[in-house]
């Protein structure tokens, strides 16, 4: 689903837009299969297995599962990325899992997310130099720990609950007021992602940045840069096609790094550029 510039501005009005269905339903159930794959199982399973999680707990992007990656770098949250942050030249900042199960005490107090996203202080030119984001992978109903949205200038019992169906996204400020709420269902579960993006020319900001320091394992690297488009790359560090380090050796190199890397694009580029 394309965010549309009106959106946009009311994302700026507000602090936040809440986007339902903003996943296709393939996307959906991809990415849900990865989350309980590689993080945490679904309520039923958990409650199962005594309330223990026996997957690998991997919150932290890139994994080993192109549904989860893909959201993370979905061409249109980048598209609006970019034109929230007034520029081409972004980066990703942010991706990680959660979850909320029933019958457990959570965290419900209201904050802003810029503390942990920016060493910077808040000033008011900043609002929008930092883009946060969550999808809800599942649906959220009344009394399953909605994430509350306050919108700006107003007080926090003005917040919106994120009551959506799942594939549905929240876009926001690191100066936005939220909290999650008590989750007062008797059953069931709240699979969450966080995605964030910053400019290139702040590096002052930025809660993360993706390399194996970061805790980024051989295999989902490995499966993030071989399903990558050029474009996504751009996002953990490498340059645009037609930049100077894409020779034939490095093309070469990465090739041999990682399996199922296509250096076509770059090779085509490099042809026209000497045409």
Not at 30 to 47: K, M, R, V
Not at 191 to 203: C, E, L, N, Q
């Amino acid at each position: 689903m394309h965010i549309t510039d009106a959106q946009l501005a009311t994302y700026k009005e507000q602090g936040f837009i809440i986007i339902k269905n903003f996943l296709s339903d393939d996307e959906r159930e991809a990415a849900l299969d990865g989350f309980f794959t590689l993080f945490s199982p679904p309520y039923d399973q958990y409650i199962a297995q005594g309330r223990k999680n026996n997957t690998p707990g991997q919150s932290l992007f890139p994994w080993d599962h192109s549904g989860l990656n893909h959201v993370v770098v979905h061409p249109d949250l980048v598209s609006a990325a970019e034109r929230i942050l007034d520029t081409r030249e972004i980066r990703l900042c942010e991706g990680h899992l959660g979850i909320k199960y029933a019958g457990e005490k959570h965290w419900t107090s209201f904050h802003i997310d810029y503390g942990n996203n920016t060493l910077g202080p808040h000033v008011e030119c900043d609002d929008f130099m930092n883009l946060s984001c969550f999808y809800c992978f599942d649906d959220v109903d009344e009394g399953m720990a909605p994430i509350r949205m306050v919108p700006n200038n107003e007080p926090e019992e003005s917040a919106v609950p994120m009551i959506v169906p799942g594939g549905s996204v929240c876009l926001y400020s690191v100066f936005t007021r939220h909290a999650a709420s008590e989750f007062i269902a008797s059953t069931g579960h709240r699979p969450t992602m966080w995605v964030g993006f910053t400019r290139k020319d702040r590096g002052w900001d930025g809660g993360r940045s993706f390399t194996y320091k970061s805790g980024a394992t051989a295999t989902g690297m490995g499966r993030f840069i071989a399903d990558a488009s050029p474009r996504q790359l751009e996002l953990l560090g490498f340059p645009p096609l037609g930049d100077a380090l894409w020779t034939r050796e490095f093309l070469e190199g990465m090739s041999k790094r990682y399996s199922g890397f296509s250096p076509e694009p770059y090779l085509a580029k490099m042809l026209d550029n000497h045409d």
